[in-house]
């Protein structure tokens, strides 16, 4: 069975402060991604990584870096949170692009 | 046009129906096809691929229409447990790198009722 795990399953956190959420993977997955998910607005990607070191921008980007020093964990970064950032966040990794994605049981985000 | 597309719900049905969601996505290059069930507050996971032949596990089928372009989830003899959002997810193109991602739909919610 593929494993997705993520550091926390929730997090409150005041306006500024920096977020650091981190995602593992044990299935040798080439590709990592990051989600959002908010009500009404459903998975949104915010930056996928198909290799080591290597990052791609997905459709929200702004407010967030990544990290992938290695091939099975993949980081988001909030360098100084906004009450716009309290959300779902979801990882997940996949063998291949076009493949099944295996989530992470997600991280819940308040900032207040 | 959005990319992939599904009816919100919610769908309210009584235990023992049959209910189908459908899916429908833009590209007509998409290859891979996928329906996730998701539970309040939970991740989504994966409930079954959909393949071109269509396939079926347990009370669950899934069809694919290239023709018109959505794929379908038919659930029979419901279940009070399988009551939870059903999201479907496509992938939007044929390369590799970002064109070939999976775009997930907004998710049907699904309540049985005894």
């Known amino acids: 069975d593929v494993k997705v795990t993520q550091s926390s399953r929730y997090l409150v956190k005041r306006t500024g402060e920096k977020v650091f959420l981190e995602c593992v993977q044990d299935?040798?997955?080439?590709?990592m991604f990051w989600y959002r998910q908010d009500p009404g607005l459903g998975l949104r990607l915010i930056y996928f990584?198909?290799?080591?070191?290597?990052?791609e921008k997905g459709d929200i980007p702004e407010g967030y870096s990544v990290s992938r020093e290695k091939k099975e964990r993949f980081s988001l970064i909030l360098e100084s949170t906004s009450t716009n950032q309290t959300s779902m966040y979801l990882c997940?990794?996949?063998?291949?692009?076009?493949?099944?994605?295996?989530f992470g049981p997600g991280t819940r985000l308040l900032v207040l | 046009r959005k990319e992939v597309e599904q009816d919100p719900g919610p769908f309210n049905v009584p235990e023992g129906a049959t209910v189908a969601f459908n899916c429908t996505y833009s590209n007509s290059a998409s290859q891979s096809f996928f329906w996730y069930r998701q539970d309040c507050r939970k991740e989504p996971k994966l409930l079954m691929s959909?393949?071109?032949s269509g396939n079926e596990d347990g009370r669950f089928t899934a069809q694919l229409n290239r023709a018109s372009q959505y794929i379908s989830l038919l659930i029979r003899d419901s279940k009070l447990s399988d009551s939870a959002t059903y999201l479907c997810?496509?992938?939007?193109?044929?390369?590799?790198?970002?064109?070939?991602?999976?775009?997930f739909g907004k998710g049907t919610k699904l309540s049985v009722k005894p």
């Open positions: 997940a990794s996949s063998l291949r692009v076009q493949e099944t994605q295996y």
């Open positions: 990584s198909y290799d080591v070191k290597m990052k």
């Open positions: 997810a496509v992938n939007i193109g044929l390369n590799g790198g970002s064109q070939g991602n999976l775009i």
């Open positions: 959909v393949y071109s």
């Open positions: 299935m040798d997955h080439e590709n």
